[in-house]
């Protein structure tokens, strides 16, 4: 597709939270011409400044340049983005509704009812967020149904499977592009625009929109089903003295199973994982087809239990009840690399903790400020060794690698009590316990705790 001028298309990307960020950021640096659209006029002003709003690896300098070099623009107007726009990717969000377990639309079907009445001019409307399947479908008939151009404004589903923590080389060297089309013209066009990315070999896979939409919640429940497979396994391994750790190594060098999303511990969290299966459930009980993803409810309720058991450990090692004792936390983003703290496992726990008379010190590298806003309740510190100091049990709850790498010898000095519970299986227990700690983790016989 060709703007006016007959150059490339000109993009906008409608909601600019950490999907359209990085998607708008890297349309840019594709050399596009891209606008950036939302409704949230404080992160807009950020944006246009060249400040990102949020932590993601290797994505601000690329916004400050794009920014400067005039290619990345972003506004509140849904008029400037009509006018403009080519291809419309859009990226709002869509959480669990409040009160159930099914996707809140409104942010998408709210983008759509301000952009299609403006559509004036031949574009295309390219849907990222996740949805339900069907949704495609209905958004395309609002768009036939509103927008005054008629069927030159059309609709595509491009589901996005970036991971926060590497989401630009995710976006520009995606495992794989799924379009779900009903034309050869928005085939066309979005083969256009992903070029530099298909020319070096990125498999381009065309779909209907159902398919399209599935493929996403499909990777992600599975991605789920794998992490709370191996933290069943953990469970398993508690009652019968077995060790988690090299359960899950032997598992991995089965090529048919594979390392990835196979490390036990608290599980997962964060915007996506959790909410999609539990949309996923909710669209497959409307379509008549609910036990065929049964599982997923199990998988959701062993992710659950893993925050509790963790709970469960700290409370032994702390003699029987957190009341009055001192708990440091190392880390509260839901994954390294992020500051990203929605559903985050680690804010969870030390949550619960707090709830249970524990007084609660966090760290975390990144996302102090959004775990500060997410639960006020809890302390927070600025280093590891104010978050550890005088503290009675150290929790390791996000895998930051610098976690990892922390030396237990002199942290031992800044702690009252030597205890360390390892949330994620991240340290390594012999060289801990060789410190004079108490090493506990989930579905180790190396537990010290019981
Ligand atoms: P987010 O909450 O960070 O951002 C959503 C943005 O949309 C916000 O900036 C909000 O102000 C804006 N918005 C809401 N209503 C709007 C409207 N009517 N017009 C314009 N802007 C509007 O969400 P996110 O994490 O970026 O996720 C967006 C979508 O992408 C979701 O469907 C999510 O499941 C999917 N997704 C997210 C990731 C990820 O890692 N975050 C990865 C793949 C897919």
Redesign the pocket.
């Known amino acids: 597709m060709l703007d006016a001028a007959g150059d490339r298309a000109i993009l906008t990307v409608?909601?600019?939270?950490?999907?359209?960020?990085t998607h708008a950021v890297c349309m840019a640096e594709l050399g596009f011409r891209v606008l950036g659209?939302?409704?949230?006029a404080e992160?807009i002003a950020r944006l246009s400044a060249g400040q990102l709003w949020?932590y993601e690896p290797d994505l601000e300098q690329r916004l400050r340049r794009n920014v400067a070099n005039g290619r990345l623009e972003f506004t509140t107007s849904?008029d400037a983005a009509a006018e403009l726009g080519d291809v419309h990717f859009l990226?709002?969000?869509?959480?669990q509704q409040a009160g159930g377990h099914a996707?809140d639309l409104?942010?998408?079907d709210?983008?759509i009812e301000?952009l299609a009445p403006r559509l004036r001019r031949s574009c295309l409307v390219v849907g990222?967020?996740?949805?339900p399947v069907g949704t495609a479908d209905r958004l395309a008939r609002r768009v036939a149904a509103l927008a005054p151009v008629g069927e030159d404004a059309e609709l595509a589903w491009n589901?996005?499977?970036?991971?926060?923590g590497f989401?630009v080389e995710d976006t520009l060297c995606p495992d794989r592009l799924v379009a779900g089309v009903r034309s050869e013209r928005a085939e066309k066009t979005l083969r256009e625009i992903y070029a530099p990315l298909i020319a070096d070999g990125v498999p381009f896979l065309v779909t209907d929109y159902q398919t399209a939409e599935l493929v996403?919640i499909a990777a992600n429940s599975f991605l789920a089903t794998k992490i709370s497979f191996i933290n069943a396994m953990s469970e398993v391994c508690e009652a019968a003295n077995a060790d988690v750790e090299l359960l899950a190594a032997a598992l991995a060098l089965d090529g048919r199973i594979g390392a990835a999303y196979l490390g036990p511990g608290i599980g997962f969290g964060?915007?996506?994982l959790p909410?999609?299966i539990r949309a996923f459930l909710a669209r497959a009980e409307e379509l008549g087809v609910g036990r065929a993803v049964t599982f997923l409810r199990e998988v959701d309720a062993i992710n659950t239990r893993q925050r509790a058991r963790l709970v469960a450990v700290a409370r032994t090692v702390l003699g029987g009840s957190l009341r009055g004792r001192a708990v440091g936390v190392l880390g509260a983003a839901f994954k390294p690399n992020s500051d990203?703290v929605?559903d985050s496992p680690a804010l969870a726990v030390a949550a619960a903790i707090h709830a249970q008379g524990g007084r609660v010190t966090v760290y975390d590298p990144i996302a102090l400020d959004n775990a500060r806003a997410a639960h006020p309740e809890l302390g927070y510190r600025d280093t590891v060794d104010d978050a550890a100091r005088g503290a009675d049990a150290l929790l390791l709850l996000t895998e930051w690698p610098q976690f990892g790498a922390l030396d237990p010898e002199p942290l031992g000095e800044v702690v009252a009590r030597r205890n360390v519970i390892d949330g994620r299986n991240a340290l390594d227990p012999e060289r801990w316990r060789a410190a004079g700690w108490r090493y506990s983790a989930l579905g180790r016989t190396c537990t010290d705790a019981r």
């Not at 990226?91 to 959480?95: N, Q």
């Open positions: 409608i909601g600019t939270g950490y999907l359209g960020t659209v939302d409704i949230d992160k949020m849904y990226c709002v969000g869509t959480p996707a409104s942010a998408v709210g983008a301000a990222k967020s996740t949805v589901p996005e499977f970036l991971r926060e989401a996403k964060g915007s996506c909410k999609d990203d929605r």
